[in-house]
């Protein structure tokens, strides 16, 4: 299923970005050999996320350096690659976001107090040099939150809260309204999971029972006025 998965979201990326086909492949196949033997906490390869965190980029009409970005965001700090090598590989542009995203990666508050969500978000803000670093972070926390369920409950209520709290915030300031919405969603799943399922269950109902009235009653007649 994960296979089937991740190669749909290769399909879809690389359907999307055509004329920038050659070095998206290049890109993937890059990451196949650096997090090779890479595993996730849920048993499958590494891989498949940074090419998940490009699906999502994609699904927001971000451009294609960030589409690479996306898929080599974890390389340098995971692997033995380097920002020379990236920029060798791929380009000054996408050697600029990688390199941000790595930095924020990286970077340790030296007191509880300098740690809280908003002078996380300053930071964020802060210190990147181009936007698309705080979507591309975005994305990944989405991609993050959705695999969730393979971490352990005090792990998942972690990443959950400091979700709701930066990075929820931060998508909504840029914007990105479908982000921003999946992440309380989930935020939601992890926190208060009985009422997440009565709010999940009701919209399915009102959904099911919306889409029977349209069939059995508006969209006939619709046809009807228009023939």
């Not at 033997?37 to 490009?54: C, D, F, M």
């Not at 989405?142 to 352990?152: C, G, I």
């Not at 909504?172 to 935020?187: N, P």
Request: charged share 30%; net charge neutral; hydrophobic share 40%.
């Amino acid at each position: 299923m994960k296979t089937l998965q991740n190669q749909k979201h290769i399909e879809d990326v690389l359907n999307k970005y055509k004329e920038h086909e050659d070095v998206l492949l290049k890109a993937i196949d890059f990451i196949h050999q650096k997090h090779k033997n890479q595993l996730r906490k849920s048993g499958e390869p590494y891989v498949n996320h940074p090419i998940a965190v490009a699906n999502i980029l994609a699904s927001i009409d971000m451009d294609h350096y960030s589409i690479l970005a996306g898929l080599l965001h974890d390389v340098v700090e995971d692997t033995d690659a380097t920002i020379d090598e990236i920029q060798k590989e791929f380009g000054e542009q996408v050697a600029i976001l990688v390199d941000g995203l790595t930095k924020i990666d990286k970077y340790t508050f030296s007191s509880k107090e300098q740690a809280k969500a908003e002078n996380y978000r300053k930071m964020l803000f802060a210190m990147s040099r181009d936007v698309r670093v705080i979507v591309i972070k975005l994305a990944d926390r989405l991609h993050n939150m959705r695999t969730l369920e393979y971490l352990p409950r005090r792990k998942q209520l972690e990443i959950a809260n400091e979700t709701i709290g930066i990075y929820a915030p931060i998508a909504h300031r840029l914007g990105v309204w479908s982000i921003k919405k999946e992440l309380e969603d989930l935020y939601l799943k992890y926190t208060h999971p009985e009422e997440y399922e009565k709010i999940k269950s009701f919209v399915q109902s009102v959904s099911a029972q919306s889409e029977l009235y349209l069939k059995k009653y508006f969209i006939p007649k619709l046809i009807e006025a228009i023939n």
